[in-house]
């Protein structure tokens, strides 16, 4: 895989650092504290199961993690790592 160009990585934030520094896992707190929220909020207006809703936003998460080019925790443990200048 080529390496391309990401300018928007760390858009919302360096990884390890700022909001993004309590860990839990090496996962950002921040992070997973949104995510929650964000499946409560639509497993109760959307009146889908709660854990599904969690499951949906964290792949969505990540996805849109790698796309951007952002290398998260989570990445770098299921060995995928963004190749990004």
């Known amino acids: 895989m080529s390496t391309r ?23 950002s707190l921040n992070d997973i504290l949104l995510t929650i929220l964000a499946a409560a909020l639509t497993s109760y207006f959307a009146q889908i199961n709660f854990w599904v809703s969690l499951t949906a936003w ?18 770098r443990m299921i060995g995928l790592t963004p190749k990004c200048q």
């Open 5 to 27: 160009s990401c300018p928007y990585a760390n858009i919302l934030g360096t990884p390890g650092q700022g909001v993004h520094a309590k860990r839990i896992m090496g996962l």
């Open 58 to 75: 964290f792949v969505a998460g990540e996805v849109l993690h790698y796309l951007f080019g952002t290398n998260t925790a989570f990445l």
